[in-house]
T-cell receptor, first 115, second 109 residues
Framework: NAGVTQTPKFQVLKTGQSMTLQCAQDMNHEYMSWYRQDPGMGLRLIHYSVGAGITDQGEVPNGYNVSRSTTEDFPLRLLSAAPSQTSVYFC??????????????FGPGTRLLVL | GQQLNQSPQSMFIQEGEDVSMNCTSSSIFNTWLWYKQDPGEGPVLLIALYKAGELTSNGRLTAQFGITRKDSFLNISASIPSDVGIYFCAGQGAQKLVFGQGTRLTINP
């Protein structure tokens, strides 16, 4: 198993550009989520999905869109990048949202710089 | 929204020392988790706690779920260089996790 994979590893955007951060898992996990990590802020939940076709907002969803057309993939879209979206983005997955029973696995992260 | 306050924000210790960090919340959580993040990587689960008052060990790591369900602590005994990293607490809400700000651990050999 490759686990949770994220592409790209690094990206530089100009303000106003759009892009998609890719996330894929090969563990047949139903629950997938996106977090952003900023210095001194910990990890903040952007969007999450409990299964294909189902998505919901997390703590900081503004400026981001997601879709879940397959169990394996959960892309994160920035429609019009802003400097405030400069961050490290982590995708994570688990069998369910019962985090005591089911370990949540994180990808290696995507570092995004918006100029 | 729900917030977790984690302290201290950073620690500088000598190799071999014991480490203690804690996490408090204004809200009740039914599950507390502790993660470690190595530089340049994603967080990895260390310990999961489910019952109030529960004390769980994983090697040199010991974590406790507070009786009030509003706090948790993590202890690391006899620290070694590979313990360097950022430690996060997390509480489980409805279908999502809320993370603390992290404790950055630096170890002087």
């Amino acid at each position: 198993n490759a686990g949770v994979t994220q592409t790209p590893k690094f990206q530089v955007l100009k303000t106003g550009q759009s892009m998609t951060l890719q996330c894929a898992q090969d563990m047949n996990h139903e629950y997938m989520s996106w977090y952003r990590q900023d210095p001194g802020m910990g990890l903040r939940l952007i969007h999450y999905s409990v299964g294909a076709g189902i998505t919901d907002q997390g703590e900081v969803p503004n400026g981001y869109n997601v879709s879940r057309s397959t169990t394996e993939d959960f892309p994160l879209r920035l429609l019009s990048a802003a400097p405030s979206q400069t961050s490290v983005y982590f995708c994570a997955s688990s069998f369910s949202a019962n985090f005591y029973q089911e370990t949540q696995y994180f990808g290696p992260g995507t570092r995004l710089l918006v100029l | 929204g729900q917030q977790l306050n984690q302290s201290p924000q950073s620690m500088f210790i000598q190799e071999g020392e014991d480490v203690s960090m804690n996490c408090t919340s204004s809200s009740i959580f039914n599950t507390w988790l502790w993660y470690k993040q190595d530089p340049g990587e994603g967080p990895v689960l260390l310990i999961a706690l489910y019952k109030a008052g529960e004390l769980t060990s994983n090697g040199r790591l010991t974590a406790q779920f507070g009786i009030t369900r509003k706090d948790s602590f993590l202890n690391i005994s006899a620290s070694i260089p590979s313990d360097v990293g950022i430690y996060f607490c997390a509480g489980q809400g409805a279908q999502k996790l809320v993370f603390g700000q992290g404790t950055r651990l630096t170890i002087n050999p």
